[in-house]
């Protein structure tokens, strides 16, 4: 079984500035994805970025990047320059073996955005 | 467009009334799962589907059913909905179910039991 793990349940950071997300995540399997969703009040799920855990090199979107540390089983997302529109529920999630079991959610970050 | 439709958006219903919500993709994806997120809990797989006719039992399915007779639809079933379903419930579909394929989320169904 999986499990993942979000400590942080509510982050605030000044527009413009950089904030991490914390993520770890527990599993038995040897190769994953693992993935942070974005849900802003919409209600949407919005998939920001992910990461293939073969892969050293770590993920990056425009403002958004990983810290991948696989040793530690630790997922962190971190967010340049943040904007408005970044204020949101965030999300950590994995997915293994098969994948047929869909994905393991963290319990989410709520990230407030200080104007 | 490609995406994931859910109905109804919003529902309002009373103890043991039966209910079902609707959930379609027109990717032509094999697999389709419905989640349901609870404050402070994130989401938790109710059901999924590999393809037609083949369903499975996620981490939460007590007091749910679904069905997947056609490929772009997979059917939320509450046969006797009680308060503690009071939720809000994501379809989501995927190409294969690969867990490296992205999941497509559906915009979410707000369900409240009385």
Same mark, same amino acid.
């Given at each position: 079984?999986?499990?993942?793990?979000?400590?942080?349940?509510?982050?605030?950071?000044? %527009?413009?500035? $950089?904030?991490?997300?914390?993520?770890?995540?527990?599993? /038995?399997?040897?190769?994953?994805?693992?993935?942070?969703?974005?849900?802003?009040?919409?209600?949407?799920?919005?998939?920001?970025?992910?990461?293939?855990?073969?892969?050293?090199?770590?993920?990056?979107?425009?403002?958004? /990047?990983?810290?991948?540390?696989?040793?530690?089983?630790?997922?962190?997302?971190?967010?340049?320059?943040?904007? @408005?529109?970044?204020?949101?529920?965030?999300?950590?999630?994995?997915?293994?073996? !098969?994948?047929?079991?869909?994905? $393991?959610?963290?319990?989410?970050?709520? #990230?407030?955005?200080?104007? | 467009?490609?995406?994931?439709?859910?109905?109804?958006?919003?529902?309002? $219903?009373?103890?043991?009334?039966? @209910?079902?919500?609707?959930? /379609?993709?027109?990717?032509?994806? %094999?697999?389709?799962?419905?989640?349901?997120?609870?404050?402070?809990?994130?989401?938790?797989?109710i059901y999924?589907?590999?393809?037609?006719?083949?369903?499975?039992k996620g981490d939460v399915p007590e007091?749910y059913?679904?069905?997947?007779?056609?490929?772009?639809?997979?059917?939320?079933? #509450?046969?006797?909905?009680?308060?503690?379903?009071?939720? @809000?419930?994501?379809?989501?579909? /995927?190409?294969? !179910? !690969?867990?490296?394929? %992205?999941?497509?989320?559906?915009?979410?169904?707000?369900?409240?039991?009385?």
């Amino acid at each position: 079984a999986q499990t993942v793990t979000q400590s942080q349940p509510e982050m605030s950071v000044q %527009e413009a500035e $950089t904030v991490t997300l914390s993520c770890t995540y527990d599993t /038995s399997e040897s190769d994953y994805y693992l993935f942070w969703y974005k849900q802003p009040p919409s209600r949407q799920m919005i998939l920001v970025i992910r990461q293939e855990a073969y892969k050293q090199q770590n993920a990056t979107e425009n403002r958004f /990047s990983v810290n991948f540390q696989k040793a530690a089983k630790s997922f962190s997302l971190k967010i340049s320059d943040s904007q @408005l529109g970044d204020a949101a529920m965030y999300f950590c999630a994995s997915a293994s073996g !098969g994948g047929a079991d869909g994905l $393991t959610f963290g319990k989410g970050t709520h #990230l407030i955005i200080q104007p | 467009e490609a995406q994931v439709t859910q109905n109804p958006r919003y529902l309002i $219903t009373v103890t043991g009334k039966k @209910l079902t919500v609707t959930c /379609s993709q027109n990717m032509n994806h %094999e697999y389709m799962s419905w989640y349901r997120q609870d404050p402070g809990l994130g989401l938790r797989q109710i059901y999924y589907s590999m393809n037609v006719e083949v369903t499975d039992k996620g981490d939460v399915p007590e007091g749910y059913k679904v069905s997947r007779k056609e490929k772009r639809n997979f059917p939320l079933i #509450l046969e006797s909905p009680s308060p503690n379903q009071t939720s @809000l419930y994501f379809c989501a579909s /995927s190409l294969s !179910g !690969g867990w490296f394929d %992205e999941q497509y989320f559906g915009p979410g169904t707000r369900l409240t039991v009385t």
